[in-house]
């Protein structure tokens, strides 16, 4: 691909990315799903608004900035995913004036806390972990979630919702089998949630098992997010194929080292990120989109090496673009900030408001 571009940017397939977003709001409506989908990945009002297209009505986010953000373009039903912060009470009273805002619980503490700060009602999940390890209570402690339950029952601006539950281990299975075992376990866990709080929305998602089951038992939304992309860690543990990936990072080749055979990119930690992916070839950062062989194998601020094969390498030019296909989606889109499309038009991300 040659443009001409000095500096990097991310190339995004909107017709695949539009794919992605009809397939999963298809198989939470026919599962009988409200589609909660995670914006944390896109962070695009553009790609928001396609999924308005499929009906969506309920947005998860993980900051208040990222809330805002997406408020301001008519999204009025909105979920932070990320444990409350008291520190954030005035923004969330402020937030809530003219949205209906949810939030995460896992503490009487937190509850009270926010119970004692808030100017109005503001519905919260409490948030499970599916022996995940970060945060939320454990889905298997039923002791502590019925205390917590009963506890935001009594307060006057806590309404209680339901449950919210990210299987982030997911992300540690190594193949489509795995990623469905892991989930069906998961769920099998929740049905007792199900069963204790009958009338309790259990919102569930991680792109993994979202991607790989056909059914989710006791959940009531469904909330995945890195799916609108997908990316190579994705691609290597099952959830999808390396031509579902619809992002690229679009990197100027600005040298060649012939005795290695390796490209010298402008594209590095500050672009990509420094997630990896380790095979039996060694570790690498991404690789060539199309080409495998032709691997980022290090990294540094601003720059990129590229070790391939000698007809890749002799096919190159300096001044020439390759793209680079992340290891993690989510982050390459959040350091970038911006998306170009297959035509050369760019478009808004979070980043271009929220520097910070």
């Not at 992605?20 to 695009?44: C, D, G, V, W, Y």
């Not at 926010?114 to 972990?129: M, Q």
């Not at 992916?277 to 980022?296: A, I, Q």
């Not at 170009?340 to 408001?353: E, I, V």
């Amino acid at each position: 691909m040659k443009t001409l571009s000095p500096t990097p940017f991310l190339k995004i397939d909107i017709e695949k990315t539009r794919q992605h977003i009809k397939t999963m709001s298809e198989k939470a409506r026919s599962n009988a799903l409200e589609f909660r989908p995670h914006f944390k990945t896109h962070q695009s009002l553009m790609i928001g608004s396609i999924f308005r297209e499929y009906g969506t009505k309920g947005i998860t986010v993980s900051s208040t900035n990222m809330a805002e953000y997406f408020m301001r373009a008519g999204w009025n039903d909105v979920t932070i995913a990320f444990p409350a912060n008291i520190l954030e009470i005035n923004r969330y009273n402020k937030l809530s004036e003219d949205a209906d805002l949810r939030l995460l619980v896992q503490s009487k503490r937190v509850c009270d806390l926010l119970s004692e700060g808030l100017n109005t009602t503001i519905g919260v999940y409490i948030e499970l972990d599916p022996d995940y390890g970060r945060s939320g209570l454990s889905y298997t402690d039923i002791k502590s979630i019925r205390e917590l339950a009963d506890h935001i029952k009594k307060s006057n601006l806590l309404h209680f919702i339901g449950f919210y539950c990210h299987a982030g281990n997911s992300y540690k299975c190594n193949s489509r089998n795995e990623i469905s075992e892991l989930g069906k376990n998961i769920l099998s866990g929740l049905e007792k949630i199900r069963s204790l709080f009958p009338d309790a929305d259990i919102c569930y998602g991680d792109t993994p098992t979202c991607s790989v089951l056909e059914s989710f038992g006791p959940v009531s939304q469904l909330s995945p997010g890195n799916f609108v992309f997908y990316d190579l860690m994705q691609s290597a543990i099952g959830s999808c194929s390396e031509e579902d990936i619809s992002v690229s990072l679009c990197c100027p080749v600005v040298e060649k080292k012939a005795e290695r055979k390796q490209l010298i990119i402008h594209g590095g930690a500050v672009h990509l990120s420094k997630e990896f992916l380790s095979d039996s070839s060694g570790k690498h950062f991404g690789y060539v989109k199309g080409n495998k062989s032709s691997r980022l194998v290090s990294i540094s601020q601003e720059h990129g090496i590229v070790e391939c094969s000698e007809e890749f390498f002799n096919e190159i030019k300096i001044g020439d673009h390759i793209e680079i296909l992340p290891v993690h989606s989510c982050l390459t889109a959040d350091l970038m900030g911006s998306y170009s499309d297959l035509t050369g038009k760019y478009y808004d991300h979070l980043r271009s408001h929220y520097p910070g």
